[in-house]
């Protein structure tokens, strides 16, 4: 065992048995670095990330190359997801040094905790032109053993120019039509009008973009923005990308066609595709979308809810084949004769022309992953739900992909988001109640007695890491959704306090940027700031879009210009490169729609009449309405205040930019002053 077996990260557990004298990142690491008189080999991983469990099987389990490192290095390891800023810092560095980045992430830095050189991989021999590990550990420790003062020049120099790397491409203003207009014209000629989807190959799901899509149309009645959206949405579903029989999506797709997915299966992603599909379903109505939603949000109860009621992080994408080796997607792959063997000759025939079984294979071996190929022929319904059941029950008899249950908060806001949401469009309380349980463990276990969220827990267990931006603004979006749906006032009070911690600690008082890191977080050689959208929202837009909706709920002037001046930023990247601000599109459709205002007052808020305005409140597609919902007189929502009954009638009010339209009782007059 190193120093690694009492840390609470299942990335960093698994190197605990290491040879190699792993030091979890810390104070003491760099200072032993100094007492040394050696450099430090950062390197930087998560559990699912396949081509880590290649590199720690082939050099960090090695008992020579860990010998090597422990006699020339303090070896530092760290899991990306409990420290995004970390990562952040140093991906930067690798990225700006050789143009590209990746796990693992292999970065050598001075005492000082300087990089002075980069890379991600590297394999036990030389091979595709890439040196060995071996040869690129002995050329860092002849580097410093002999030209240490030129290697401090270079760390220095990058240190340098990493400091001036600041954001100075944020607009005066929040995006306006013509922005919103431009990057709906660059999204559609990036599009891939014959596979959906954005770009070529890896391809990965844009749920932000479809988010802003969804947005827009419902904004403007922009036919192509639908369009695109349905597409996208139908060719990731029928594709390999879905997990066809148990829900749910992996990484990416390798290929442009959604064929041949990266077989990790994130909770980030399912939680933005599961409110995406739920979305597409509330604007169009698609039976598609409605089943892709359900069986999202029921993978994720079912494979990634914790015993404390949280939402682990991922699945990995390599489990034993059965014989005992560990191989990328052995879990979810099948050939013929496997369809022929669990299901019988004729059945077997028929589920290989359903999911595009072939005797080649459309993955490694012969082997293929499942999809919904249009082969134009007609299947009888009950014989596939037969033939599903019964694959689904042999697959879970295979030895499954390893489970990483750490619980990121920023992640676990998302799924709250999602899970409220789909309960209430769809009639599964079973879903919002388990959003709810989520929401309490980040309020037991995640939130201090100063309501300083922290970024990871572990069985019931909090980690050592202070949360960033994006647990803040994601963890308040996630309290905001339970808000509307379950009139819960407790939840806006929540969503507020962080909020307050976003404006205090992460926000620049006199442009209104907003930082990755809080004022009073670990000083780094940089503090991490990107406004850009990757696999999740990036922090600023998702505290952009926390804070409008906020400011919607109560008014308050200091959210709301606080939201605008976050989406400066948006102004200048919208336009320019849309594929990578797709939430910030997409809070700036809401901040042009108003956002509006939805106020239930009701006698009972469970009664009939109640629910189905309530319910027709929550399936507007205004972009980032918020409601509300209670008792006359109640003070959980500051919208309810001043609204009375009519003829003590369960009333709907509807306001935006400080207007309001006449009260109704009626819930298709409600849904006509929705979608207007």
């Known amino acids: 065992m190193n120093r690694l077996a009492g840390e609470t990260s299942p990335y960093?557990?698994?190197?605990?048995?290491?040879?190699?004298?792993?030091?979890?990142?810390g104070a003491d690491a760099f200072e032993e670095a100094r007492r040394r008189g050696v450099p430090v080999l950062l390197s930087v991983g998560y559990s699912a990330c396949h081509w880590c469990h290649v590199m720690a099987h082939e050099s960090f389990e090695d008992q020579a190359t860990a010998d090597y490192l422990n006699e020339h290095f303090v070896n530092i390891k760290v899991d990306r997801e409990e420290r995004p800023d970390v990562d952040a810092v140093y991906m930067e560095a690798v990225q700006a040094a050789t143009g590209q980045g990746g796990w693992p992430m292999t970065v050598f830095l001075t005492p000082d905790a300087e990089p002075f050189y980069f890379g991600t991989y590297f394999p036990p021999a030389p091979r595709h032109g890439m040196p060995s590990f071996r040869q690129v550990l002995e050329g860092v420790q002849q580097a410093w053993s002999t030209r240490r003062d030129e290697v401090g020049e270079v760390a220095g120099k990058i240190v340098r120019d990493l400091s001036q790397r600041e954001i100075s491409h944020q607009g005066t203003r929040p995006p306006g039509e013509q922005e919103l207009a431009q990057a709906l014209l660059g999204l559609t000629r990036e599009y891939d009008p014959q596979r959906g989807g954005f770009g070529g190959a890896p391809k990965?799901?844009?749920?932000?973009?479809?988010e802003f899509l969804l947005r827009h149309h419902a904004r403007t009645g922009a036919e192509g923005a639908l369009q695109m959206a349905q597409d996208t949405c139908e060719r990731m579903a029928r594709g390999g990308l879905y997990d066809q029989l148990g829900g749910g999506f992996a990484r990416y797709s390798v290929d442009r066609d959604w064929v041949v997915p990266h077989f990790e299966k994130m909770l980030y992603d399912n939680a933005l595709l599961c409110r995406v599909y739920a979305h597409l379903w509330?604007?169009?109505?698609?039976?598609?979308?409605?089943?892709?939603?359900?069986?999202?949000?029921?993978?994720?109860?079912?494979?990634?809810?914790?015993?404390?009621?949280?939402?682990?992080?991922?699945?990995?994408?390599?489990?034993?084949d059965g014989t005992g080796r560990h191989v990328e997607g052995a879990y979810y792959v099948w050939t013929s004769e496997q369809l022929d063997a669990v299901l019988g000759e004729d059945d077997g025939r028929l589920a290989a022309r359903y999911f595009g079984v072939t005797d080649e294979g459309t993955f490694e071996h012969g082997r293929s992953v499942l999809q919904l190929p249009e082969t134009g022929e007609?299947?009888?319904?009950?014989?596939?739900?037969?033939?599903?059941?019964?694959?689904?029950?042999?697959?879970?008899?295979?030895?499954?992909?390893?489970r990483d249950d750490k619980v990121v908060a920023a992640w676990n806001g998302l799924a709250i988001a999602a899970l409220a949401e789909t309960g209430a469009y769809f009639d599964r309380p079973d879903l919002t109640e388990a959003a709810l349980g989520a929401a309490d463990l980040l309020v037991r276990v995640h939130l201090d007695e100063h309501v300083r969220l922290a970024r990871t827990s572990k069985d019931g267990r909090v980690g050592p890491n202070a949360g960033v931006l994006e647990d803040?603004?994601?963890?308040?979006?996630?309290?905001?959704?339970?808000?509307?749906?379950?009139?819960e006032g407790v939840w806006l009070d929540f969503a507020g306090l962080l909020l307050d911690h976003v404006l205090a600690r992460f926000t620049d008082p006199e442009t209104g940027a907003?930082?990755?890191?809080?004022?009073?977080?670990?000083?780094?050689?940089?503090?991490?700031?990107?406004?850009?959208?990757n696999a999740t929202p990036s922090g600023w837009s998702a505290a952009a879009g926390a804070l409008l909706s906020y400011a919607a709920h109560t008014g308050s002037e200091q959210h709301r210009s606080a939201a605008e001046r976050a989406l400066g930023v948006v102004q200048t990247l919208g336009p320019r490169v849309p594929r990578f601000v797709g939430w910030g599109l997409a809070v700036a459709?809401?901040?042009?729609?108003?956002?509006?205002?939805?106020?239930?007052?009701?006698?009972?808020?469970?009664?009939?009449?109640?629910?189905?305005?309530?319910?027709?409140?929550?399936?507007?597609?205004?972009?980032?309405?918020?409601?509300?919902?209670?008792?006359p007189g109640a003070e959980e929502f500051p919208l309810?205040?001043?609204r009375p009954l009519v003829a003590g009638e369960p009333t709907a009010y509807v306001c935006r930019n400080f207007t309001c339209d006449a009260p109704t009782t009626d819930p298709e007059r409600l849904r006509t002053a929705l979608s207007d």
């Open 12 to 25: 960093l557990l698994q190197h605990a048995d290491n040879p190699v004298d792993w030091w979890p990142w």
């Open 378 to 402: 007609e299947f009888d319904a009950d014989r596939i739900t037969s033939v599903r059941s019964r694959l689904l029950r042999e697959r879970s008899e295979r030895p499954a992909p390893g």
């Open 640 to 642: 309810l205040a001043g």
């Open 204 to 210: 990965f799901p844009p749920s932000m973009v479809l």
């Open 472 to 487: 803040y603004a994601d963890v308040a979006e996630g309290f905001l959704a339970l808000a509307s749906v379950t009139g």
């Open 282 to 320: 509330r604007a169009t109505g698609s039976g598609l979308a409605r089943r892709v939603a359900l069986e999202t949000a029921d993978f994720l109860v079912r494979e990634l809810r914790t015993e404390e009621g949280g939402f682990a992080s991922a699945l990995d994408a390599d489990s034993d």
């Open 589 to 631: 459709e809401a901040l042009l729609d108003g956002p509006r205002e939805v106020a239930i007052v009701a006698p009972d808020p469970a009664a009939e009449a109640s629910a189905a305005l309530h319910r027709t409140a929550l399936l507007a597609t205004a972009p980032g309405a918020v409601v509300a919902c209670g008792v």
């Open 514 to 533: 907003l930082y990755d890191t809080a004022s009073d977080a670990e000083q780094l050689i940089r503090r991490p700031q990107d406004p850009t959208d």
